[in-house]
């Protein structure tokens, strides 16, 4: 072997012979001082003996041992950590021949039931030890998705859920053939799947050869109550006819403002005034509206304050006409920093939301004329002005469940044949012929005791019904409803209580209310008599399902965690507080000190469940709280 010549340094030189004078001290043999080996080799006394030290903790690595070196460290812990990837591959595997579809790909999208993210990050929780880059290259997941699932569990932030929810709607297995093999095949698969329900259709069509499509199977799913299609909202009417024509931001941004001649007849004389109407752009919504003699910039003034009062903030920017009164430093002054724009010259259409409007007003509003000789009568104009413009505009409104066609469309198109007059003329006497054949048995058939009770009773209270149609209607009722009401309407009459002007009809409701009262009672007790048996038929398969988990995990971690698995997978309110009722107990049952290390157990798992809302996530940890500690 070469080797290199290398002077040592002072200092050095005298480290290693203070190091072989302890070992010859020790042996009894002749040595030098210390002091002389200092002073010969011309070293710093603290520099040489703090060398020393360190080349005698050295000495011992220098000597390799006889015979085959012994085993790496690092080779065991790496076969041990291979032992821990494997126990992890192997779990994962486990539990996807259990829960078929709880992780699949659709693209390059990983798609992962909340399930088995839990899963994954308890197998993490429990081996501190390994890197998440060797758990997700044992399990085939992107190391980045597995931190996200680790960070989502351990700051409880929900991830949108990648599987469609379930739900469960309560209709029973007999809505359909359950005795048919594909049937039972499509349930008892779906049972366990975990993941999409395009992916479940897939695994049936590949793996059990049912060929049936997707609304099929959704089908079958819906009437045994195990999945629930979700509807598609209705479409908003076609735009195509607005596009380009106008352009709009969103409520509050663009109000229009416009005015029109109104002119009112009032007692023989005629008045003409200009009415100033704002309008929204956006949502179409008439925001303000004002009526003066002439229109002018205190008008549209008057207008947009009536707007600011409605909506509670003034429009970014106001289109008014290129008229003078409208663009005037007042207005400008009035919108503060926003803006005003001016329309359009020579296009209506520019300012369309408040023109269609008075359009609208035009066709809809009968003459306004007010001219009655008296107040009263006048007032009675207005109010008739005012329901004759509210219905007229409703006749004139498309009706969307009549293919948009209006009231009065409807009325005009109408021509019924000499046929169809007859028929209708039939019918319509038959009805009344009916109702009064009604009238008359009902009559024949009254208890005679009851109008035994009645005529006089009518006769000492002074109540007239001459064709006795009101003691038709109350004796429809029991007798002693009728004694109670006659005694009733009898003390309120010996102590002037009764309303001015009340007969035989005051009567009538008070029979009425004492007969629904009873009746209400009654549908209450049975009401309560029936909801308890209900619950009691809700329970049982839970109560059964209960007591099967208690069988199957004997350790109480694994069995809170089923519980915690059973009270998210129903949707019914009474099933979910059954099953945390069940872990409270649980809970409850174990010694003190270790209440708060479950509930904290339950509540991770709680908030782990992803496919359920954060509101009812929250509402569940809540619940749970409060039946471990109670305060009140």
Partial sequence: MPSSRVTPSANLSAALLLLAVTFLRRMNLPHPTCKALLEATGATKTRAYDLAEALGALLPSLEQPVGRPAKDKSAHDADESLSLLVDISTSCLDYLYKHPGAIGRGGQRLHASSGFRQHIVERCSENPGLDIEQIARAISVPASTLREWVRDVETNVATPPEVELETKTGTKCSDFNCRDLTVQTVLDQYRTW??????????????????????AIASILEQAGQRVRKRRPGRSPDEKALRDAFSTFFPGAQWTADGTAITVFVEGERFIFNLELMVDTASGAFVGVDARDEESSDAVIATLKAGEATTGALPLALLVDNKPCNLTPEVEQALGDNLLIPATRARPQNKGHVEGAFGMFSQQAPPLRIDGPTKKERAR?????????????????????????????????????????????????????????????????????????????????????????????????????????VAIFRGKQVKQTLPNGVDGRYLLGIVKNIAEKEEGIAIAMALWDERIKARDIILEPNTAKRKELNREHADINTRLDAFVQEAFHTDTQIERHFWLDAISELIRAQPKDQHHPLYDRAARRIHSTFDAPHEERLDATRLLAKRLIPIS
């Fill in 194 to 215: 975990q993941g999409a329900f395009t992916d479940f259709c897939e695994h049936l069509h590949h793996h059990h050869g049912i060929r049936l499509g997707r609304t």
């Fill in 381 to 485: 104009q207005l109010v008739e002005l005012i329901a004759q413009t509210f219905y007229g505009a409703v006749n004139m409104r498309p009706r969307k469940s009549r293919k948009g066609l209006t009231r009065i469309e409807l009325y005009q198109a109408a021509e019924p044949t000499i046929q169809d007059i007859e028929r209708a003329k039939v019918a319509l006497q038959a009805r009344l012929e009916k109702q009064r054949k009604a009238q008359l048995t009902l009559r024949e058939r009254q208890d005679p005791k009851k109008r035994a009770l009645l005529d006089p009773a009518f006769e000492q209270l002074g109540l007239c019904d001459p064709n006795g149609n009101v003691r038709d209607a109350i004796s429809r009722y029991a007798i002693e409803y009728i004694a109670s009401g």
